[in-house]
């Protein structure tokens, strides 16, 4: 770029829009420390691997469908707003939801797992594919017949007789068509 590099255009950026996704394509890796500093979604570097663009753009895309929608859970001391795309998954633990988020943080919650069942949609990229499960689908990164595995790593069971219906909401959510018609 002539007159500016990409961090500084990304500074300017900024100035004007603090919620705007940035996506560094670049030959030059001596910046990428530095992107962290504007705040920037991910740092790809050229030539550029089409699976990793794939899954930033799916990341940023899951982001931006569900951030403008949000629940509110009740803690044994607080009342949260949680946004729906920070949900990687909901656990029932004893008398207790576990609401576990992309950011690492858990939020428990004093209410039962089916009160969040009819406020999580599969619209909204949710799945209960286990009883003491609900799943969003979006930051699923591999499943098989017996569990998925989320981007964090955590393992999640499907009930067998969630199996079926789990692979077609899954291929219906992100690919827009049923299992069978791949």
Do not use: W
């Amino acid at each position: 770029m002539p007159l500016f590099n990409g961090i500084e255009t990304a500074r300017e950026i900024r100035m004007h829009d603090k919620s705007v996704k940035v996506i560094f394509l670049t030959s030059s890796p001596e910046f990428a420390v530095e992107s962290y500093t504007v705040k920037a979604n991910n740092y790809l570097l050229k030539p550029v691997d089409t699976s990793a663009l794939h899954r930033c753009l799916d990341e940023l895309v899951t982001e931006l469908r569900q951030a403008s929608r949000s629940i509110t859970v009740k803690s044994s001391n607080a009342v949260h707003r949680i946004e729906l795309g920070s949900i990687e998954y909901i656990e029932a633990q004893n008398k207790h939801i576990i609401f576990a988020l992309t950011d690492g943080k858990n939020i428990s919650s004093i209410d039962p797992l089916y009160t969040y069942e009819s406020k999580l949609l599969l619209s909204d990229g949710f799945f209960k594919c286990h009883r003491s499960y609900i799943v969003n689908i979006y930051h699923i990164d591999t499943h098989t017949q017996k569990e998925v595995k989320t981007r964090s790593g955590r393992r999640i069971p499907i009930s067998r007789s969630c199996q079926k219906e789990f692979e077609e909401a899954y291929f219906l959510t992100l690919f827009g068509e049923a299992g069978e018609d791949r």
